[in-house]
Structure formats: structure tokens, C-alpha cells
């Protein structure tokens, strides 16, 4: 028998909840939003659609009721298909601090650009990471590009693609949307060595002459030079009393080759009087 008390609770959900020709489907009458209502293994479960239009939220029925007893039965198997961005974060800091392949500095590098990148985008630590889209990402990256250095953006990439494998790991989606084409990396150009004009060079040439250390009949050796590479290294003077300042070219192939052209200065001190 029901009890006055009963009878007004059931009359005011029924009053709130409007049901729909469609099965499942119900619609809030203060809101106006409809709301997927289905069983699943004897649980009523509540999703919502995010529309108040009737053909759209019967187009996003079926997709919604399929999209959550899978996410019931990755729960129930362990996995976590709700997972945040923040959750799957702190995992990938778990793994590495727990890896004998990082060394400490590589291990707090990690960490700082992990930093960097929430300072960045702060709002996505508590979004589940099956909810990023691939537009966010991109929006992100684009951001980032122009504040960052091509190293510390391709290496905060990296990071990030590793949580979304995560993610990925748990049942959260079967994308990674940090993979997309849109989210390249940045083209890291090694930076071109600038060597002093030979009027600098000569200004310091006479500076150490003339700074009066003690040492007698005290000179630098200076050996012509231009930007381009240098094929031979010239014969220094190496009579008593003088320093040498060698210039040498050296580069990972050929000293014939700009590319990775590096410029050592080699200095020798000779026999003072």
C-alpha cells in the first residue's frame, strides 16, 4: 500500500522525467534535455546527451547506451576508461621515475616539461581523456610552438603522446589525437656558429698584449679565418714566449662540409724567459 508521502515523490519524478516514443530516451522538463535511461546487469544508469532536440538525441542514443557498458565492462575487467589527463600523467612520471634506463637529470627533465605543458594548458588536468579532441590539441600546439624553443616543444610532444598512449591503454579511446598530422614537430636547425670579425679579433689580440701579466716577449698567434669552413688547419708559430691561439675546424664528417661545422680554439703556452 502506498503511502501519501510516496504517492507525491513518485508524482514529482514523473512530473520531472518526460517519457518519449523512443525507448530509453527521456526528457528533462526543467532543462529540456534528453537523457539516455537504460539497465544494465540490473543497474539503472543515467547518461546524458547534451540536446534538447528529440531527432538528435535519438541519433545519439544508441551511440551513448554502446559507449557506456563498454565503459562497464573495462571497469569491471580493471581498466579505467573515464581516466584524466592527470591520472594518466602521473602514471607516465610513475614509469619513468621507476626506470633504470633515465638518469636522475633526465628523469627531473621530464617532470619539468610536464610542468611546462599544464602551465600551458591548465584546464585539461581534469578532463577524462577520452573527452580531448583533436582541435584542442591542435590549438595547444600551435600555442606552444611560438612560446618554446623546437627542442623543448618536440620533447613536451613526446610527453604528451605518451599520455594519450596511456589513455589509450586503459579503454579511454582508440586514438591518439597528439599523433594527428596537424601535430608535427618542430624542425630543430642546429644553430650557426658566429665567430668574431677580425677587427674584434684583433682588438683582443691587443688587449692581452697589452695587460701587462709579467710574462715577456708575450704575443697571440692569430691565424686568418672566414665563416666558411676551414679545409687545413694553418701551422702555428711556436717559438718560445708566445701563445697560440689554434683554429681548427671539426665536423661529424668533413671539414670541407658547413653543416655542423664546430670552430675550437686551441691554446698553447710556450717556454717564457
Known amino acids: 500500500m502506498k503511502t501519501k508521502k510516496s504517492e507525491n515523490t513518485e508524482e514529482k519524478s514523473n512530473s520531472l522525467w518526460q517519457k518519449t516514443k523512443y525507448a530509453n530516451l527521456v526528457r528533462n522538463t526543467s532543462s529540456g534535455k534528453y537523457f539516455a535511461r537504460f539497465r544494465h546487469n540490473g543497474k539503472l544508469i543515467w547518461r546524458g546527451l547534451d540536446t534538447d532536440v528529440l531527432s538528435v538525441a535519438a541519433q545519439r542514443l544508441p551511440d551513448k547506451i554502446k559507449e557506456t557498458k563498454d565503459e562497464q565492462i573495462l571497469l569491471a575487467s580493471g581498466s ?28 627531473a627533465y621530464h617532470q619539468e616539461r610536464l610542468d611546462a605543458f599544464f602551465k600551458s594548458w591548465p584546464d585539461v588536468k581534469p578532463k577524462a581523456i577520452k573527452d580531448i579532441t583533436k582541435a584542442e590539441c591542435i590549438e595547444w600546439r600551435n600555442r606552444f610552438a611560438q612560446e618554446y624553443s623546437p627542442t623543448s616543444f618536440n620533447h613536451t610532444l613526446g610527453i604528451v603522446r605518451s599520455i594519450f598512449e596511456i589513455g589509450i591503454e586503459a579503454g579511454a579511446r582508440r586514438d591518439n589525437p597528439a599523433k594527428a598530422k596537424e601535430m608535427k614537430r618542430l624542425s630543430e636547425t642546429s644553430k650557426r656558429l658566429r665567430l668574431p670579425e677580425p677587427e674584434q679579433f684583433e682588438k683582443f689580440v691587443k688587449e692581452i698584449e697589452s695587460s701587462g701579466s709579467g710574462f715577456q716577449n708575450r704575443a697571440l698567434n692569430w691565424f686568418s679565418f672566414s665563416h666558411s669552413a676551414v679545409s687545413e688547419s694553418p701551422k ?27 670552430v675550437v680554439m686551441l691554446a698553447k703556452l710556450g717556454k717564457c724567459r
Do not use: M, Q, W
Open 236 to 262: 702555428p708559430n711556436t717559438s718560445p714566449g708566445r701563445i697560440v691561439i689554434l683554429l681548427a675546424a671539426r665536423s661529424s664528417s668533413t671539414a670541407h662540409r658547413k653543416p655542423g661545422l664546430k
Open 80 to 107: 579505467d576508461p573515464r581516466i584524466t589527463f592527470e591520472a594518466a600523467a602521473k602514471i607516465y612520471i610513475e614509469r619513468i621515475n621507476g626506470s633504470h634506463d633515465f638518469k636522475p637529470r633526465t628523469k
